[in-house]
């Protein structure tokens, strides 16, 4: 596809349930973020994948939540015994290679609204 | 790493008024950029000012950087209904080695027809 594409858009878990949400990058784009937003609140920085170098994960709320990135594209946000404060949006963006200055756009999906009930 | 910090937290406006929105950092950048997103979904980029440039203008949107205050300003003239939206800057820093992105709490701003 063109653009990035998250999946799924919604979805309602019952409290204490696993979940995984899936985020497919633009093609050859060497960075992807996670976030979350909460209804009414601003991004907050989950994690950020760049090339093969080790995640930065200093965003992750607790043990709970984990991501990975097989092969350098598709992307896999876990959130395991789920409890109702997880309830948010969560975005994913892809950036293309960069320079050092950085001066390149990110790419945003349409997000997964998680509800837990 | 850094975030920038919008103002005002929101922001109502009659059609065909312009609305300004401020962002303001902390340490040096070598680029912001502002995005906007509608109805809390993904966020779409708007532009990109780098350090060295003291304006920039895309349609009805300018923007401003003044790095001596640390501060850049987001001008849309003429607004219209679409333009309700939630606006988020985002400073990319020379003191984070990889430039994460990161954004603040966004500016919320209503266009009544």
């Known amino acids: 596809g063109a653009g990035v594409s998250q999946s799924p858009s919604n979805k309602v878990t019952e409290k204490g349930k696993d979940v995984e949400l899936r985020c497919d990058p633009i093609s050859g784009h060497t960075a992807l973020y996670w976030y979350r937003q909460s209804l009414g609140q601003g991004l907050e920085f989950l994690i950020y994948?760049?090339?093969?170098?080790?995640?930065?994960k200093s965003g992750l709320p607790s043990d709970r939540f984990s991501a990975e990135r097989t092969g350098g594209s598709v992307s896999t946000l876990t959130i395991q015994r789920t409890q109702q404060e997880d309830s948010a949006v969560y975005l994913c963006?892809?950036?293309?290679?960069?320079?050092?200055?950085?001066?390149?756009?990110?790419?945003f999906g349409q997000g997964t609204r998680l509800t837990v009930v | 790493s850094q975030q920038g910090e919008e103002d005002p937290q929101a922001l109502s406006i009659q059609e065909g008024e312009n609305a300004t929105m401020n962002c303001s950092y902390k340490?040096?950048?070598?680029?912001l950029q502002w995005y906007r997103q509608n109805s809390g979904r993904g966020l779409v980029h708007l532009i990109l000012?780098?350090?060295?440039?003291r304006e920039k203008h895309s349609g009805r949107l300018r923007v401003t950087l003044d790095t001596s205050k640390k501060s850049s300003s987001l001008l849309i003239t003429a607004s219209r209904a679409a333009d309700t939206a939630s606006y988020f800057c985002a400073p990319r820093g020379r003191t984070d080695s990889w430039g994460k992105l990161q954004f603040g709490a966004g500016t919320q701003v209503v266009v009544t027809p």
């Open positions: 994948f760049q090339g093969n170098s080790a995640p930065d």
């Open positions: 000012i780098r350090s060295n440039e």
């Open positions: 340490t040096s950048i070598n680029n």
């Open positions: 963006a892809s950036i293309p290679p960069e320079d050092r200055a950085w001066n390149t756009e990110a790419f």
